[in-house]
């Protein structure tokens, strides 16, 4: 049998209809948090700006009081980055994302050559009892074993530290208005429980893969490593596939996904929105022209820090960022190329609902548009 061919645009409304952006819903933070399978917060507030613009009527203190009350944690988890997720989702999945983190340790040549001969367990659980005692930084970590082994780089032993042991990172840090240093502590003296045990990775693994399908496929194999940073996903995927189906893509990949997922037409009109720095929906497969479009790519790469994404037809079309003088503040949009007036239009009114949200007390201007015309 002829696998069925989803084009490129057939992906795009495939992912914005899974990632809640072609039409905002009526769920709850934590609800979207589990259905994402976590959002990006290298940056504190993305996971605020990234809800508002899949979710109605979202407010700051919903996700802030979930944090604050410990239901949901940032931490290193998929391609040992920071995610928050739920502490459900963060006991059931950190196990699967332990080789991830270790390598994130041994694969930097150097670091690797500091922690030879070194007793790894002595300096984790030294590490424990400091971060235990109190939520301590990278910093206040490194000082601290730094004493206790003189003769060895305390930035690697405290990145050994962060790496092999399940931490969170504790408010203030995180919740939006607020700011605190970048602390950490253990998820047993944060959340009261620990991981689920290491014997219990393999089936968080088949979990985590079916639940990133959910919300980002259909999905090639490298895509699903790219979004993961787990290798041997080939083996993996091959013993799951009697229950998933198939597809290919344009350029003859095959596609993984769940049974029932959601494929749109590819025609169904896509809103325009406002993505943070950070946006899982940009950043979690290898080939990403379902959503970057090719010839914008390496201007992503290179000069999207510190600025968002906007989407124009579900596609990046430019950036936008928030500029503040004097008490006021004004939504700058950067499109790539000329508008519409019809789409500068739209853009203009989702910018003027988003500026009150991230201008706090700043005063909203309104929505300018900078470069193309």
Known sequence: MTADVLERRALNRALLERQLLLGRRELSAAETIERLVGLQAQKPDDPYIGLWSRLNDFRHDELADLIGDRKAVRA???????????ASDYLRFRPAVQSVLERSVYNDTTRRSELEGVDVDAVLEAGRALLEDEPRTQAELRDSLGLQWP?????????AVRGLLALVFVPPRGIWGESGPVA?????????????????????????????????????????????GLTGL????????????????????????????????PDVSAPPRYLPEF???????????????????????DERFATGSVLVDGFLAGFWSVHEERGRAALI?????????????????????????VAGDVKAEGVEFSGPT
Do not use: K
């Open 151 to 159: 003769n060895r780089d305390p930035a690697a032993l405290a990145y």
């Open 76 to 86: 290193s988890m998929m391609r040992a980055t920071i995610h928050l997720v739920t």
């Open 333 to 357: 949009v950067e499109p790539f190329e000329s508008l519409s007036d019809e789409d500068r239009i739209a853009l203009a009114e989702e910018g003027r609902r988003l500026l009150p949200f």
């Open 234 to 265: 080939g083996d993996t995927l091959e013993q799951l596939r009697p229950g998933l189906r198939t597809f290919v893509d344009e350029e003859g990949r095959e596609l993984f996904d769940v049974p029932d997922a959601p494929l749109p037409d």
């Open 279 to 301: 946006d899982n929906a940009l950043l979690s497969h290898a080939d990403r022209t379902r959503i970057v479009p090719a010839e914008y790519r390496q201007r992503f790469i």
């Open 184 to 228: 950490m502590t253990t998820v047993e003296r944060w959340l009261g429980e620990r991981v689920n045990p290491a014997s219990d990775a393999e089936s968080a693994v088949d979990e985590m893969i079916r639940r990133y399908l959910a919300a980002f496929g259909p999905a090639t194999v490298t895509d699903v490593r790219t979004w993961s």
